[in-house]
């Protein structure tokens, strides 16, 4: 489709091969890693972004740009393994779509669904703003972790 643009951040170990990859197409580019006083601009600058995560590595790893890009305010489309802390977030919380990693399938029909609904990227973002309000507030966190130490506490007086 030519009415897509990926750009394609980082320096990760994929990317020469992706850059040979893609040789031939016009439609995506790649910057390198950009430091973190840009990172609002980087993340305002995309409608969808993308998790993709090898099959295995999603239970034992969750990329902290997730939370970044929930902070954002922006939809989410993550190719990992079902179960997992990503597809559990990005599905319970309406901030986009999980497939399974590895399934390249499901991924171009979440992808082509998420680009032609822009109502739904919309609510998927908004979605995803208000998960991050609402669970990763640096208020929500202290109340996660108070709640825990006064259930902690009263463990610790049972018999």
Partial sequence: RDDILFGINGNGSRRAHLETASEEIPNVTFMDYQPNA????????????????????????????????????????ASVDPGTEIDAVVTQSGAGRSVRAGDTEAFIAA?????????????????????????????????????????????????
């Fill in 111 to 159: 992808l082509e669904a998420l680009i032609d609904d822009p109502n739904g990227r919309a609510a998927a973002g908004l979605n995803a703003r208000h998960f991050a309000e609402e669970w990763l507030s640096s208020e929500a966190i202290g109340e996660t972790y108070n709640n825990l130490f006064f259930e902690l506490l009263e463990q610790r007086k049972s018999p």
């Fill in 38 to 77: 840009r990172l609002n601009e980087v993340l305002a600058c995309g409608d969808i972004h993308i998790i993709p995560l090898k099959p295995g590595l999603g239970s034992i790893s969750v990329p902290s740009k997730l939370y970044s890009i929930l902070a954002a305010g922006r939809p989410v489309l």
